[in-house]
């Protein structure tokens, strides 16, 4: 197991962008490919997007495809930019180590506190 932590929810208009972070510690999670999942109040959680730990691949969801960017600019840190946010953006995300970034499903670790994002006007 492997703690990270998230940061830089917070409120923003729809049209918005923010900025979150995932940190984690030590070699495990830096060699991990790491994803970004959210989940909205009533609703299972879903896949938002996940890059890989060398070659900094990355794969994302449906639900934000066109309007988020994932980056690895260190290993032990995973930031997705979030852009363009629309009321369903509301939601905890969530990070978590993956065995696959095309394996959405698998997960590795214990689902930490999440960060809030609110989209409203």
């Known amino acids: 197991q492997v703690q990270v932590v998230e940061s830089g929810g917070g409120l923003v208009q729809p049209g918005g962008s923010l900025r979150l972070s995932c940190t984690g510690s030590?070699?495990?999670?830096?060699?991990?490919?790491v994803g970004w999942f959210r989940q909205a109040a009533g609703k299972e959680r879903e896949f938002v997007a996940a890059?890989?730990?060398?070659?900094?691949?990355t794969w994302y969801g449906d639900s934000m495809r066109d309007r988020s960017t994932i980056y690895r600019d260190n290993q032990n840190t995973v930031d997705p930019h979030l852009h363009n946010l629309n009321t369903k953006g509301t939601a905890v995300y969530y990070c978590n180590r993956m065995t696959s970034i095309y394996n959405t499903a698998i997960y590795l670790d214990d689902w930490g506190q999440g960060a809030q994002i609110t989209v409203s006007s």
């Open positions: 890059i890989t730990a060398i070659k900094k691949n």
């Open positions: 030590g070699r495990t999670f830096s060699s991990s490919s």
